[in-house]
């Protein structure tokens, strides 16, 4: 008889330095809730999983080297209990407004300390054919945790708030966008690139004409201005020559198939000749019960109909 543990999941985490590159961050609530272990995410494996409605606060970031661990009871619609998502270290960073006198940071200055004091980079990535600006301390771990098949680096700021004041400059001068939703990456996995990477690298020179009419002095970059083709970090997904069904996992409360390959958070299995796409964003918090065995196939319908 096959024994199922109750695994919390955490988070979903990206390493472009450690293969498979992405995994699953995850604790056994029932025997040892204060460790958190690794599961990586290999294509070509087997993945059948059981999502169970009971979800738990994944607690929060204390600082970039520690975590507070939480076993608070949440609704679904959130991650966090409210003391969690209040002391959560990463949050600023997340929703950083750099015009305010020290961003959104206020109740967090080790936070604030940090952003202050490191640089940033301000980067642009290609998703099929979306474009967006966006800044990070890491831009690769970024890129690759945000699914873009290219991305380039346009600028090294001296810290994390002048990255911001130039994402929003660019953003605002150039009409670029500063997000690309979930649905609009699952919809085009198998987006030819030849039709857009025109267009993205008349982005980029665009943004450097911006750039030099301004007084921002860039730091020195490795990834400056070197254009990186993310392709390799996704297992089989870059060769999907059609777009897979999408699994809305948080109805059929399972995944289940032969690993493709990972996107970002989108993860892609395979049951035969047909591919599924499921949002690995949806049950981060859920208690899954993996099984060796295969799962039956819900019910599933066409992506198209999600995202009408």
């Given at each position: 008889m096959e024994i199922i543990l109750r695994e919390h999941l955490i988070a979903v985490k990206w390493d472009p330095n450690t293969r498979p590159y992405s995994f699953l961050f995850l604790r056994n609530v029932d025997e040892d809730p204060q460790t958190v272990y690794k599961k990586p995410i290999i294509p070509n494996h087997e993945f059948n999983v059981e999502v169970s409605k009971e979800r738990i606060c994944i607690g929060h970031s204390i600082n970039k080297?520690?975590?507070?661990l939480c076993s608070n009871i949440v609704d679904n619609q959130y991650v966090r209990c409210y003391n969690c998502e209040q002391a959560d270290f990463e949050k600023c960073f997340l929703f950083c407004d750099a015009s305010k006198p020290f961003g959104n940071c206020s109740q967090n200055p080790d936070a604030y300390e940090y952003c202050k004091t490191h640089p940033c980079s301000v980067y642009l990535a290609l998703i099929a054919n979306n474009v967006k600006v966006g800044v990070s301390f890491n831009p690769l771990k970024r890129w690759v945790n945000q699914g873009a098949d290219k991305a380039i680096e346009i600028f090294r700021a001296k810290n994390g708030f002048e990255a911001r004041e130039l994402e929003k400059m660019i953003s605002s001068t150039l009409n670029i966008s500063q997000t690309i939703r979930k649905k609009q990456k699952a919809k085009k996995?198998?987006?030819?690139?030849?039709?857009?990477?025109p267009k993205f690298r008349e982005t980029i020179e665009q943004v450097k004409k911006l750039l030099e009419k301004t007084d921002y002095e860039s730091n020195e970059s490795y990834l400056l201005?070197?254009?990186?083709d993310?392709?390799?970090f996704y297992g089989n997904v870059p060769l999907?020559?059609?777009?897979?069904?999408?699994?809305?996992?948080?109805?059929?409360?399972?995944i289940v198939g032969e690993i493709v390959g990972i996107k970002g958070k989108l993860l892609v299995t395979k049951i035969n000749n047909s591919y599924y796409v499921t949002n690995l964003n949806k049950i981060i918090g859920n208690i899954l019960l993996f099984s060796s065995k295969p799962l039956k196939l819900k019910g599933q319908k066409s992506l198209s109909d999600f995202l009408k």
């Open positions: 080297q520690e975590y507070y996995l198998n987006y030819d690139l030849t039709r857009s990477l201005f070197d254009e990186t993310l392709s390799s999907l020559s059609v777009n897979p069904i999408f699994n809305e996992v948080e109805k059929t409360m399972q």
